[in-house]
């Protein structure tokens, strides 16, 4: 009987910790967007490559991606995933997700993962802190590449971006070539204008510090994404990334959330979107466009969807705004093409 009030007792004090977080965090959205809108500092990287072209191939008449046609186009890509592992690396925050998303509640990757398994593939999300430092992170993505015993290749999300990207350009060449592909999906390469505000903004940054100390993370981790150290990070290692985009096969996948007349598929970062347009920087609601697009990679936008539309199409009132394994049959095709 003591175990057993022993172990709710647990469950109780677990689920109200997360609960107070997701609070936290939500009034942690709300503070940013009450702060003076960004500037348009994110320009458009003249060394990437727009491979749109060959994702609007594969709509049909509406402008949905089309099934079978991005079934085919996986299925001629296919064999290049033979014997890897799919290793997922999920973005900021996400630990909040990690527990409902093990008992069936949460939907993160959850419809792109059990897809990739039923062809055979195996896939597996990193146990990292997404709350550590970048550094720590992209550390433990290379031992993780040093000593896998098969080739790997990464979905990343939001800050997951930054680690992947650290850790390909720490990584040898040699080992670069166990990498045998990236997707990159809305990474804030070139800083994010709430983790300006965030970590600029005194109220802001000691409420957003206090929230990542309660979760056992790191302020670094925040100060990683701003916009001023990610344009540094991104000057100093240009070189370094143009070796990293010939050597291992990149898709940067950015998305511009835009107005929608049914009311059913409102999206959550609405708001932020607003926000962030009305200072010259559109994107999903916490990344502009502009900065989730790598320099010297290949890259798409998808229109309409929010920052979490890539990892979980459903919106809260039903629309599905989009087919989550038939986008990631796409981006499996456009990231592997040979062309």
């Known amino acids: ?66 099934p079978a046609a991005t079934q085919a186009a996986f299925a001629a890509v ?47 999300i990193t146990a990292a802190d997404t709350e550590a430092a970048v550094a720590t992170n992209a550390a433990a993505l290379v031992r993780l590449v040093r000593e896998s015993g098969r080739p790997v290749c990464f979905v990343s999300h939001s800050k997951g971006g930054l680690e992947v990207l650290a850790a390909l350009i720490a990584l040898a060449p040699a080992e670069r070539a166990r990498v045998r592909c990236w997707i990159a999906l809305q990474a804030p390469f070139s800083g994010s204008p709430l983790a300006d505000v965030w970590a600029g903004d005194p109220l802001g940054r000691r409420f957003v510090f206090g929230l990542l ?28 990334i143009a070796e990293v985009v010939a050597e291992v096969p990149v898709l940067a996948v950015a998305a511009r959330l835009t107005d929608r007349d049914d009311w059913r598929a409102t999206s959550p970062f609405d708001l932020l979107r607003q926000w962030m347009e009305a200072g010259g920087a559109p994107g999903d609601g ?15 936008v998808l229109e309409g969807l929010d920052h979490g539309d890539t990892v979980d199409g459903d919106r809260p009132f039903g629309p599905v705004l989009s087919d989550d394994v038939a986008l990631i049959q796409a981006l499996f095709a456009l990231v592997l093409d040979a062309e």
């Open 1 to 66: 009987m003591r175990r057993l009030i022993a172990w709710v007792g647990r469950i109780v004090l677990v689920t109200a910790l997360t609960a107070m977080i997701c609070v936290a965090v939500l009034l942690g959205y709300g503070y940013a967007i009450t702060r003076p809108a960004p500037v348009a500092a994110y320009a458009h990287p003249a060394s990437a490559r727009d491979v749109g072209p060959a994702l609007a191939a594969l709509r049909d008449g509406d402008g949905r991606l089309d």
């Open 78 to 124: 296919a064999d290049r995933l033979e014997g890897v592992r799919l290793v997922m690396v999920p973005s900021y925050f996400y630990d909040l997700l990690r527990a409902p998303n093990a008992i069936g509640i949460g939907d993160y990757m959850t419809d792109q993962r059990a897809w990739l398994e039923a062809q055979g593939l195996a896939t597996e």
């Open 213 to 240: 100390e309660l979760m056992g993370g790191s302020a670094q981790s925040l100060v990683d994404l701003t916009t001023p150290v990610r344009r540094a990070d991104l000057a100093r290692h240009d070189r370094a």
């Open 286 to 300: 916490a990344v502009p466009v502009e900065s989730a697009i790598l320099p010297h990679a290949r890259y798409v």
